[in-house]
């Protein structure tokens, strides 16, 4: 009887077990799928090359139609101004005043909205002759800027994008952006094409490409060579480890991309793959 008992016991023992590998399977199934799905690396080609004056700090590019806007930054040295097919300068620049530092710009509306990084104000100019027409207050330090259909889209440094009023400024949504190690910090410059968010990590050589819905990174591109792939024998951290990677403008037009950094020499044409 006792061995009868102990072959029923060892016979439960052994459906517990099973059951318990088929519910830790189970589980680790439904982990993997709802495992954040890496960002896809996309490839790019050089279209062409263009010459970037060197003592432009720059913060934000944007098309015009065949115009530049550019928007530079350092204490009394911050500028707006307009640039041709070129890069030539087109044109009078705005000089901020130097207790501001600029920062990223966006056009919306016939307004060019250009941040500043610490003085909380939002500068609003005529697209046509930069005259300036009001300032906006911003409460926190502005980095990047770009707009959708709808609002301006605002980076501070951090993992958080802002759509905002633009009219008031106000914040009206605001979105973590992650991938799938966790959230992703120092966003900077900012370019929306077709319904994604196109954005520098500041320090990096590298654009990601994030999903508005959702905050998440689903592409991104390493330019960690374009310089020497642009046939520019040049290191900007051997100069000032300030003359960072950075600018993103889309033009419509040729359906490419126009790309930099603080202070580079050129500004590199590229058509995304």
């Known amino acids: 009887m006792r061995l009868f008992i102990k072959h029923i016991s060892f016979y439960f023992l052994l459906l517990a077990l099973i059951a318990c590998n088929n519910t830790i399977s189970s589980s680790e199934q439904n982990e993997g799928q709802d495992a954040i799905k890496a960002p896809t690396t996309l490839q790019y080609e050089i279209v062409k090359v263009y010459p970037h004056d060197t003592s432009a700090y720059t913060q934000g590019i944007e098309w015009q139609g065949n115009v530049l806007l550019e928007s530079t930054g350092n204490y009394g040295k911050s500028i707006l101004h307009k640039l041709d097919s070129s890069m030539r300068p ?155 990677f950075n600018g993103i403008a889309y033009q419509k037009k040729s359906n490419t991309f126009f790309i930099g950094g603080k202070c580079w020499p050129v500004l590199v044409q590229i058509r995304i793959k």
Do not use: C, R
């Not at 500043?116 to 046509?128: D, I, L, M, P, S």
């Open 90 to 244: 087109q044109g009078n620049k705005v000089k901020l005043d130097k207790e501001f530092f600029g920062e990223g710009i966006t056009l919306f509306n016939n307004k060019i909205y250009q941040l500043t990084w610490k003085e909380h104000k939002v500068f609003v100019y005529n697209a046509t002759t930069l005259n300036k027409e009001k300032e906006l207050y911003w409460p926190y330090e502005g980095w990047g800027l770009t707009h959708n259909d709808s609002s301006l889209i605002v980076s501070t440094g951090g993992s958080d994008i802002y759509l905002v009023d633009p009219i008031t400024f106000s914040i009206k949504k605001t979105i973590g952006v992650f991938n799938n190690y966790g959230y992703v910090s120092d966003i900077n410059e900012l370019e929306f094409v077709n319904g994604l968010l196109y954005a520098n990590i500041y320090g990096q050589k590298e654009v990601i490409v994030i999903d508005m819905n959702s905050g998440q990174v689903v592409k991104n591109i390493n330019f960690s060579n374009l310089l020497a792939q642009a046939g520019v024998k040049y290191d900007p951290a051997s100069i000032d480890p300030g003359y960072v």
